[in-house]
């Protein structure tokens, strides 16, 4: 097992700032991640967190540190560390089940496998996955016919296709309402519960954080850090009520907090207030 | 419904089943009878068929009968303007004479220089679209041929290739080559990054998503592409047929210049215009066949 473990290593990333200059996204961030374990990502809009989970897919290079799955560095994509990411990426002259077993198509893939049963296991688990998603009855459906909601369970059900090591999520439930996004909580939840697997899911949505992950990472922007690690109390059985727990609530504002404080908003509370004052003076000289 | 369609009166006129007449029986309910009409005009909003269809038949239609009135009218001398009786006449002539071989021969020229210039054009293009080593060395180079006419390239031709069928197919091939190179790039690089990146994530190498991804996801544009350029590769077919050609369309038409028998030009004019249509509408289905979900 431990030869899964997922090391992030002082990790530090910088873009090039417009200016001729450099701007340090990432700075020396380490995390190790378990097998099996759910850890949430958080943290202001801008401080990293897409940033580091492309380092940890190998979509990005770091100028520091080192990333490791296993005894593997990694430094190139590959089919052990699948991804969702928020924006759409199902190919849209696929349909459903093409899209889930587009890695069949892949050598990488394919070059694992050696017998026939493995490769009808594998197309067992493509129809597996899509019932799993709810979608038998999608199958032959272009991803223009589909939802929003429907076209990400179709990116996670061929993230999940060929048992990647770790699955990264990038705010897959970002562009949902909220009420698909509640059913994908529970959805997702299930699905790790039958097939235990290792996520790293970034959000900005504090209670998705807390409700899905097992530790929360808090980052801090200006350069992005990780402010702190929080552990989940309750077990990996959950259920919509413990959204309304007063337990999960405290967490929930601590967390909320942190964010806050990390971020310097309270600059713009004070905007938000002021706006508000503003607002009120407005609709008063209208009555008037 | 139907109740209130027939006590709206004047909107029970054209049948109280008709889509038509349902919408105008809830437009008159709310709005005044002036914005009837609108529904036509919307910005990118589609209309129904049968209006669709009449509008294109109008369009050929409106034409023929303004060119039937002014060459009846004599306001202009029927030897430059002929009746659409004469050209259909002329073409009659022409059908029993020369016409089949002469069309066969324009197609040939045509469909053989337009298909070495897909053949190496899509392909390059490709390349040029994935690659920017492949963009930076023959990118300029394209853009900057491509500005010259290939009208002019036709005594090179003849010197080269001599005044067969060689020289006619290549200034097609000239015609149409550059052009199809930068198109095709064009949407090859349009090709989203996130779809590379979703199929590196699932173990793909950079062949694989070159073939699965580049080359799948630009399909459907580069279909469109080919089928302006076969309209392109059309218009060049004349401009071949100058170099010593016996027969073909371009050549009868420039031969019946010579004679001053303008029905014969139009008739060839007219015969060009219906088999590039014909072309047309068989890139349409292709791209209709080959991707379903675009329809
Ligand atoms: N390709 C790039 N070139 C230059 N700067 C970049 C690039 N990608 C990201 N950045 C910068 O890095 C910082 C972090 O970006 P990142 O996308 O990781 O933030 P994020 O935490 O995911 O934000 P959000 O919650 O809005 O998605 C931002 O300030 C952004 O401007
Ligand atoms: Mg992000």
């Known amino acids: ?288 | 419904m139907k109740s209130q369609a027939i006590a709206q009166g004047p909107a029970a006129h054209a049948g109280p089943d008709t889509p038509r007449a349902r919408d105008r029986a809830v437009k008159s309910a709310t709005a005044r009878p002036a914005v009837r009409r609108r529904p036509l005009l919307r910005l990118q909003q589609s209309i129904p068929r049968k209006v669709y269809v009449t509008l294109s038949i109008l369009g050929f239609v409106l034409p023929l009968v303004a060119w039937e009135l002014l060459s009846r009218s004599g306001l202009i001398d029927t030897m430059f303007l002929p009746t659409p009786g004469d050209v259909i006449e002329q073409g009659w002539t022409w059908a029993h004479s020369s016409l089949a071989q002469d069309t066969w021969a324009s197609i040939v020229r045509v469909v053989s220089g337009f298909v070495l210039a897909a053949c190496l054009g899509v392909p390059l293009g490709v390349f040029i679209g994935s690659f920017k080593a492949v963009e930076g060395f023959f990118q300029p180079i394209n853009d900057f041929v491509r500005y010259m006419p290939a009208a002019a390239f036709i005594p090179l031709m003849i010197l080269w290739v001599g005044i067969g069928e060689g020289s006619k197919i290549a200034i097609i091939f000239i015609g149409v080559f550059f052009q199809i190179i930068v198109m095709v790039a064009d949407v090859v690089r349009q090709v989203p990054g996130s779809w590379l990146e979703a199929s590196y994530t699932l173990g793909a190498t950079r062949g694989e998503a070159l073939r699965l991804v580049i080359w799948r996801g630009s399909l459907p544009p580069l279909i469109n592409i080919l089928r302006v350029n076969m309209g392109w590769a059309w218009t060049y077919l004349v401009v071949a047929e100058m170099v010593a050609a016996n027969k073909g369309l371009g050549y009868a038409i420039l031969q019946a210049q010579r004679f001053m028998n303008t029905s014969t030009i139009f008739a060839g004019i007219l015969i060009i215009g219906v088999i590039g249509l014909l072309f047309d509408l068989f890139f349409r289905q292709l791209h209709r066949r080959l991707f379903p979900w675009l329809h």
């Not at chain 1, 097992?1 to 700075?27: A, C, F, N, W």
């Not at chain 1, 899509?130 to 459906?141: A, N, S, T, V």
């Not at chain 1, 337990?247 to 964010?259: A, D, M, N, S, W």
């Open chain 1, 1 to 288: 097992m431990s030869d899964q473990i997922l090391h992030i290593e002082s990790v530090e990333k910088r873009y090039p700032d417009g200016r001729g200059g450099q701007q340090t996204v990432l700075d020396n961030v380490s995390l190790r991640v378990e097998p099996g374990e759910f850890v949430t990502v958080i943290g202001a809009s801008g401080c990293g967190k897409s940033t580091l989970l492309r380092l940890v897919a190998g979509l990005e290079h770091a100028q520091g540190g080192v990333i490791r799955l296993g005894d593997r560095v990694v430094d190139q994509p590959g089919a052990d560390r699948g991804m969702v990411f928020q924006h759409y990426t199902l190919f849209p002259w696929l349909t459903v089940k093409q899209n889930v077993m587009f890695s069949l198509e892949l050598g990488a893939n394919m070059r694992a496998i050696e017998t026939e049963s493995e490769l009808s296991g594998l197309v067992d688990r493509a129809y597996a996955l899509i019932e799993m998603m709810g979608l038998e009855d999608r199958r032959d459906h272009y991803p223009n016919q589909l939802s929003g909601g429907m076209q990400q369970r179709v990116a996670i059900a061929r993230a999940l296709l060929s048992r990647p090591r770790v699955l990264l999520m990038d705010e897959p439930f970002g562009a949902l309402d909220a009420q698909t996004r509640e059913v994908m909580h529970d959805l997702i939840l299930q699905l790790f519960a039958v097939e235990p697997t290792t996520v790293m899911f970034v959000t900005h949505d504090v209670e998705e954080a807390a409700y899905l992950g097992d530790r929360v990472v808090v980052l801090a922007p200006h350069p992005g850090r990780i402010d702190g690690i929080h552990h989940m109390a309750w077990g990996r059985e959950r259920e919509p009520a413990l959204k309304l727990d007063p337990e999960f609530t405290k967490v929930k504002g601590q967390l909320t907090e942190r964010i806050r404080e990390t971020s310097g908003m309270e600059a713009d509370h004070k905007l938000i207030e002021r706006m508000t004052a503003l607002g009120r003076r407005m609709q008063g000289n209208a009555a008037r």
